[in-house]
């Protein structure tokens, strides 16, 4: 007689699970769903854990944000010819999110490496780790998001009900990045140099996309700077934070991204789920 | 095959064929198949990589065979690799939460069980410390309390009673015990063959890959 406490799980596996259990990948992301309270718990104590001994703790990532868009700001806006009050806001908020994307993407090379023990040895769902990074970074997100909106409110930049627009973006930018972090986990656990790439190209990305600056800023070349993949990512947050909703392009480009995205990435993880724990 | 490989196929465990360019193939596991049920205490023993670990992972559902079937029921616990799951820096009770958790638990659960766990380890205040500060023995003490008090219906344990102490040998056998009598599967991997003949009722020895069940008077 199995005992009281024993999860059903396995039992759904067998019968429930049968015809999806050919797909490793799927199969794997579904159980991913039941394990919502290892990947909760796993983010909320590595954002603890981090900051233990510290006094200030996730504060230091506020600090940093403020001081980043202070000392940039005012000296920026007049380098770039624009008016302060528009532009602090918008590099504040591209910091902000640029902190966000590079921060995942960055982290995703080594996400199954760093995990390594707990691939190793436990029989959890591969999939709880690039949930578990998301999950992270957003809170890291909130954390620094008091300070645009105290700038926006010092400032005088709009904040109207166009503003919680972003909340709907930053969902449709999540899932995008979800698949990201998956992919390149996937790639970067196999080829440890995807590790050194990311390294390498994310600071030329920082540049050349609309981060410190916004696409409308540039007199000849703002279509070019769509072909960016970032520059979506961005301004699907960014247009609703400033106050105007996002050009409808944007929304169906991170649409085909997620369909696109997502098709790839479960084909590779169907087939390469059950390397993984020999790769790390 | 050259003298080079000949000599490493014969101390080696698993074995190690086509040298064709750069990629070697090892067969950790050849055509190994059993049928375990609740009250089975398998002990397995075999040389230094004959491929005990990855049976026992192969069981867990960490490594996925490349031809056959793993059919499992129940619930898993593994103390596979010391430390697994634990995070060095937290302190015990914290490790108590965070092992329970990546086994499946809820909090409420473990919170429940925390006492249990605690009069088991005997470690006393040194679950307030971070884990870091603790002996391999210590460790592994708090790791099979955490792995057994989940209430596993499979419970697999690789080579981790070495670095135990006598008393804590005998709970760990009266807690061992009791497992088994809540009637579950258990398979334990060791060196140790008297051990292995005080938890075990089958025996399987494994060899360069190869599974054997034998008797308990053949070890």
Not at chain 1, 257 to 274: A, D, E, P
Not at chain 2, 8 to 21: F, Q, Y
């Amino acid at each position: 007689m199995p005992s009281p406490l024993s999860r059903p799980t396995n039992d759904i596996y067998t019968t429930l699970m049968l015809p999806i259990s050919r797909f490793a990948g799927i199969a794997d992301i579904v159980q991913t769903f039941q394990c919502y309270r290892i990947i909760t718990f796993m983010a909320f104590s590595d954002v603890k854990a981090r900051y233990k001994r510290s006094v200030l703790g996730p504060l230091w990532l506020t600090l940093g944000t403020a001081g980043g868009s202070a000392g940039l700001g005012f000296i920026w806006s007049e380098l770039f010819r624009v008016d302060a009050t528009t532009f602090v806001p918008t590099l504040t908020a591209g910091l902000i999110l640029w902190q966000f994307i590079s921060g995942i993407i960055t982290e995703s090379t080594v996400l199954f490496s760093r995990q390594a023990s707990i691939i190793r040895n436990l029989s959890l769902p591969l999939a709880i780790h690039p949930a578990q990074l998301l999950l992270r970074h957003l809170i890291n997100l909130a954390h620094n998001a008091p300070v645009f909106f105290i700038v926006a409110l010092a400032l005088g930049s709009p904040l109207t009900l166009t503003t919680l627009l972003a909340l709907p973006g930053l969902l449709l930018l999540t899932l995008n990045l979800l698949w990201l972090a998956l992919f390149i986990g996937l790639i970067g656990a196999r080829f440890r140099d995807i590790e050194y790439l990311v390294a390498m190209v994310m600071p030329l990305f920082m540049l050349i996309s609309p981060v410190f600056f916004r696409p409308n800023y540039l007199p000849f070349s703002e279509h070019i700077i769509w072909f960016n993949p970032f520059s979506h990512f961005i301004e699907i947050v960014r247009f609703p934070l400033l106050g105007s909703t996002p050009p409808i392009f944007v929304v169906e480009i991170h649409l085909a991204m997620l369909v696109v995205g997502w098709g790839v990435t479960l084909w590779l993880f169907n087939r390469q789920h059950h390397r993984v724990a020999f790769w790390v | 095959m050259s003298l080079r490989n000949q000599l490493v196929r014969i101390s080696t465990g698993g074995r190690i064929e086509n040298e064709a360019g750069q990629i070697h193939v090892v067969t950790a596991l050849n055509e190994v198949s059993f049928k375990l049920q609740d009250g089975d205490a398998i002990g397995l023993i075999g040389h230094n990589g004959a491929g005990k670990s990855t049976l026992l992972r192969t069981m867990a559902g960490v490594y996925h065979p490349v031809s056959g079937n793993v059919i499992r029921q129940g619930r898993v616990a593994t103390v596979l690799e010391l430390g697994a799951g634990m995070d060095t820096e937290l302190s015990g009770y914290e490790n108590i939460i965070r092992m329970g958790i990546l086994m499946g638990l809820s909090l409420t659960e473990i919170r429940s069980k925390t006492e249990e766990v605690e009069n088991f380890t005997q470690l006393g205040d040194f679950l307030q410390l971070p884990v870091r500060t603790y002996s391999s023995g210590m460790a592994t003490r708090l790791m099979f309390a955490v792995a057994t008090s989940t209430e596993p219906d499979i419970l697999l344990v690789d080579e981790v009673f070495g670095t135990g102490d006598a008393e804590f040998q005998i709970k760990a056998k009266e807690r061992m015990e009791a497992l088994i009598k809540s009637v579950g599967i258990f398979v334990f991997a060791s060196h140790n063959h008297e051990l292995v003949r005080q938890y075990c009722n089958r025996f399987f020895r494994l060899e360069h890959g190869n599974l054997l069940e034998i008797d308990a008077n053949a070890i």
